[in-house]
């Protein structure tokens, strides 16, 4: 996942700021609004798992530097990669005055979908604008495999 969202971000430093105000359709969230919406939901599951604050203060409607997005999404998610390493237990936080209790595989494997999700959207989104410079294939586990160095043959 932090590959992936690494990888996404530097593409979207290919964008001018209008095209970071890009919208699929008038009530979608813009290009902005999905970076921004990835990477602090990132470390809000990174603090659910661990208790860390990776940024305070930011909100997804505002113009957060890509910069800054990619300090505090590469924050995230290797406090997630720590974490996924530990043993599985339930993690209690609260959400809207409610106080929650999922796993601590639970968190981690929904903040993977998360992120995989709006990445779909983002590309889609550059897509229907002719800005075909995000191709999911790109980073898919295969992709990341290969990069990785992964043994990909049976010798």
């Not at 599951?45 to 208790?51: E, I, K, L, P, T």
């Not at 290797?78 to 043993?87: F, G, M, N, Q, Y």
């Not at 936080?93 to 998360?114: A, L, M």
Request: aromatic share 6%; with cysteine; charged share 25%.
């Amino acid at each position: 996942m932090a590959w992936a969202n690494q990888f996404v971000l530097a593409k979207l430093g290919e964008l001018t700021d209008l095209d970071w105000k890009l919208r699929l359709t008038e009530e979608d969230w813009s290009i902005q609004e999905l970076a921004n919406h990835i990477v602090l939901a990132a470390g809000g599951y990174a603090s659910r798992v661990s208790g860390l604050t990776v940024s305070t203060g930011l909100n997804q409607s505002m113009t957060i530097a890509l910069d800054k997005l990619q300090e505090y999404c590469a924050t995230a998610d290797e406090i997630l990669r720590v974490e996924s390493h530990k043993l599985d237990q339930i993690n209690t936080y609260v959400r809207d005055g409610k106080s929650i209790e999922r796993s601590r595989s639970t968190i981690i494997s929904q903040s993977i979908h998360h992120a995989t999700e709006h990445r779909a959207q983002i590309s889609d989104t550059l897509k229907v604008h002719g800005l075909r410079i995000l191709d999911l294939d790109e980073i898919d586990i295969w992709a990341y495999s290969d990069i990785a160095g992964e043994i990909n043959s049976p010798e």
